[in-house]
């Protein structure tokens, strides 16, 4: 956990990048409808925005999944779904974006298809990703030991989290297939920096809940630890104590055969 929260761990790296995406794509569209610049500015800007707001935030639900899922056949398969979506809608789209505010025509009209296509695709990898998590964090949970109240809570608010971002992300949807543009790219912005915020609120969760754990379990241990440790000194005492006894006293079996009246006469 103390990795997963350092500077140099993925999430950290992609909520940086997903965030500075968010910004550069909210920049870009700004000084490209108000004409601030020459057009080639703010397609670079708002185009690398786009890709750090959408992959890096696919990158966050992602990386998340390393602290529940222990099957690596899952993770990569969710690592190399996000490359390909990489590959197949963000670099088309890149291509009809550049076409269409420079050329127009024909380019406008693809570029228009292909953005409902990316927009439902990048939707339909966040949902996996989520249902990925819910799936693991519910059987996680379950096996931790804690109270059964506190493990329900932490599911209900994953659940009630992750439901809302799909209701954003329908609201997103719906906005760009019924062609509202200009409100399509002022909301996702928005929804992206919303989305990133409720993040944190599921990764705290997550954090108390592993922490409260761990906790638990260093108590346990020292629990066991503290009564080896008495019943390693009572053995000692003990054996101490009967190191002056005769000989029949002690574990080996030859000295339980020996003579009691000569061990008496030993004694006496």
Known sequence: MTKFNSGKSLYFKSMMISNIGIFLFS????????????????????????????????TVLYSRLFLIVSNKDVIRRCKYMIIMNVILFHFPTTVFTFGSNLKGGLWTDYYGIYEAIQITAFFIQEVILGCIYLKHITKT?????????????VIFHTVWINLFVFLLDIIMISIEYMNFYEYQITLKAFLYSLKLKLEFSVLNQLTFLFERESFQLKEDSNAVEDETTLEKEAGAFFTGFTSGFPSRFTSNSEEFTRDPLGDLDNIL
């Open 27 to 58: 920049v870009g569209f700004l000084i490209l409808f108000n004409n601030l610049l020459p057009v080639w500015y703010p397609l670079f800007i708002l185009t690398f925005g786009w890709y750090g707001m959408v992959t890096g935030f696919s």
């Open 141 to 153: 949970t379950n096996q931790l030991k804690r109270d059964r109240e506190t493990k329900d809570y």
